[in-house]
Nanobody, 122 residues
Framework: QVQLVESGGGSVQAGGSLRLSCAAS????????MGWFRQAPGKEREGVAS???????DYVDSVKGRFTISQDRAKNTLYLQMNSLKSEDTAMYYC????????????????WGQGTQVSVSS
């Protein structure tokens, strides 16, 4: 059974940092690329960052220079380090796995977690 379990969300003031984690199980992690998405109330779910088996990465423009995606393949765990947080980063954050991980193509992702809430106050 595939599981993606996110953790690390919380409430933080603008300018602060959070580190999200996503523990993956039930599939061959090394074959998949991984991504982080977020969804704010009343908005579409958007791709934030992705990482491939060769550790190459991609980011949406709004988080470049502030967020860093990484993974520990020995632990089948995905991370998202979020620095210099802004109020507009407030959203539910989801991790996802796919064989192709274009950030603008939600259909590329086969497996999804339940999400972890990030709230940034200004």
């Amino acid at each position: 059974q595939v599981q993606l379990v996110e953790s690390g969300g919380g409430s933080v003031q603008a300018g602060g940092s959070l580190r999200l984690s996503c523990a993956a199980s039930g599939f061959t992690y090394s074959r998949y690329c991984m991504g982080w998405f977020r969804q704010a109330p009343g908005k579409e779910r958007e791709g934030v960052a992705s990482i491939y088996p060769d550790d190459s990465t991609d980011y949406v423009d709004s988080v470049k220079g502030r967020f860093t995606i990484s993974q520990d393949r020995a632990k089948n765990t995905l991370y998202l380090q979020m620095n210099s947080l802004k109020s507009e980063d407030t959203a539910m954050y989801y991790c996802a796995a796919g064989l192709r991980c274009r950030l603008w193509a939600r259909g590329d992702f086969d497996y999804w977690g339940q999400g972890t809430q990030v709230s940034v106050s200004s």
